[in-house]
């Protein structure tokens, strides 16, 4: 579709973005909620929802005027269904409609995580394309809710590993909360832990005797930097704190590189493609590359197309739209609901 605007209001960003042929980014606009969020440790789903109603309308307005477009020109309506806050996504869900219907045009509902993966084809005019991934790939999506590997062919995504607890994102927001060093935890960590010695504690890879070899854990993790405060007797200052967040930071990039270098080699693909928002790490994205190149090719999208964004809802709408056609659905249904679950395979 040529011309797609999406919306996206699954967790505490509100977003709209106006995307031409699947990649390039005419106009994007993201409200984020963290400074509401913040006093609270972490998103609070009523006042998420609330939220979203206030920004809606702006960041729909201005995507749409920075694209320079008229509601006339676009081709379809795009909009996150799940997974994610219920209550959240029904506002952007809502809104989605309402321009459907009274602009007569198609809706397309997509899957929070399959926008994730489509993150790295996405780019600002002016920006070259970036370099698609050849199929198949070993994609890992790794943000504040998820952590799992996919298997992505042509047309068809399988899920190969998930997070048997906690998602890699939610370890670094807890680690941080206990530290004391706020919300959300990811980027005060990486920044912390530049002046750290990552070595300076030896923190715990998980092994599972179940035979799920490419899956993760982090609670084991989050417990043992638990148990180093508590053996401290206080909080630690000044190197020392950034000692223990560098050794965390470690472990917890360890555990991603070697569970998703095991993957691609098992499945033997040429290509590993880095989604959501603990993809902006830069230690993550160091060491994945450095595992992974020359032999296999590691595609990073920039940090702005790795948190949440409504680009990457337009940009998946396509592949999407051809499947629920497939499937018998109408696109001019008005009838959907938004879902907390969604697995990505088909
Ligand atoms: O994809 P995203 O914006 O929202 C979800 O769908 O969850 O990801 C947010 C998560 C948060 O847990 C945040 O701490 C983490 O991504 N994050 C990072 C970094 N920047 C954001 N984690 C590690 N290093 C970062 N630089
Ligand atoms: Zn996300």
New binding site residues.
């Given amino acids: 579709m040529a011309l797609v605007l999406a919306l996206e209001s ?2 505490d ?1 509100t977003a709209a973005a106006v995307v031409r042929d699947g990649h390039l980014v005419l106009g994007n606009s993201v409200a984020t909620q963290v400074d509401i969020h913040r006093k609270w440790g972490g998103v609070v789903p009523e006042l998420a929802s609330r939220n979203h109603v206030v920004d809606v309308v702006p960041v729909v307005r201005e995507a749409m005027a920075e694209a320079g477009v008229g509601f006339a020109e676009l081709d379809a309506i795009a909009v996150t269904r799940g997974p994610g806050l219920v209550g959240a996504l029904l506002v952007g869900l809502q809104v989605a409609k309402s321009l459907a219907w009274a602009h007569d045009k198609p809706l397309v509902p997509v899957n ?1 995580l399959a926008g ?1 993966l489509h993150g790295v084809r996405l780019h600002l005019p002016g920006e070259p394309r970036p370099e698609a991934p050849a199929t198949p790939f070993v994609a890992l999506c790794v ?4 952590t799992a590997l996919y298997l992505v062919g042509d047309g068809r995504v399988r899920q190969i590993a998930n997070t048997r607890d906690d ?4 370890a ?2 807890k680690v941080a909360r206990m530290l004391g060093l706020g919300y ?4 005060v ?2 920044r912390i832990a530049r002046d750290g010695d990552a070595a300076a504690y030896d923190l715990p890879l998980p092994r599972f005797k179940d035979g799920g070899a490419f899956d993760f854990s982090f609670s084991g993790l989050k417990t043992a930097v638990l148990t180093v405060i508590q053996r401290l007797g206080a909080l630690p200052q000044g190197r020392a704190m950034a000692d223990l967040v560098a050794s965390f930071q470690a472990a917890a990039v360890e555990q991603l590189v070697q569970r998703t270098a095991d993957a691609a080699r098992a499945h033997g693909v040429g290509d590993v493609v880095l989604a ?3 993809a ?3 230690a ?1 994205r160091a060491r994945m590359r450095a595992v992974l190149e020359p032999g296999v090719k590691v595609h990073v999208p920039p ?1 702005r197309w ?3 964004n409504a680009a990457m809802i337009a940009g998946a709408a396509d592949a999407e739209a051809e499947r629920r056609l497939g499937a018998g659905h109408d696109p001019h249904d008005r009838r959907l609901n938004a879902v907390a679950t969604w697995a990505l395979s088909a």
């Fill in positions: 699954s967790c960003e929070h994730h943000s504040g809710g998820h998602a890699a994102g939610e670094f927001d959300p935890g990811g980027p960590v990486e959501g928002g603990v902006c790490n830069g993550l940090p790795c948190t949440d």
